[in-house]
């Protein structure tokens, strides 16, 4: 009994897929015994931390606001403050 054309193409679709599922589980095993995992470290004790317990956060003093910023330096003269320089936006022309 012969093979037909569509049961010679099933066949060979299915050794393909059988080829590459095996060489699949090849890779992950390669990678599976050589990952090292550690143990997860214990909880860290937060207790000694404030809850808050406010109910919005609208109110809390924006820390980033209230810093003072300093000049960038010059883009021609990093040793000078961005003032000196012409193309800079800090640029405090001599009077």
């Excluded at 214990?42 to 910023?69: E, F, I, Y």
């Amino acid at each position: 009994m012969e093979e037909s054309v569509e049961q010679a193409q099933r066949r060979d679709e299915m050794l393909r897929m059988y080829h590459a599922l095996k060489e699949a589980l090849h890779i992950i095993g390669d990678i599976s015994t050589t990952t090292i995992s550690a143990p997860m470290p214990p909880p860290v004790n937060d207790g000694w931390l404030q809850k808050d317990t406010s109910p919005t956060t609208q109110h809390r003093p924006q820390l980033w606001l209230r810093l003072p910023v300093a000049p960038a330096p010059c883009p021609g003269h990093p040793q000078q403050k961005a003032s000196c320089c012409p193309r800079s936006p800090h640029y405090n022309p001599p009077s």
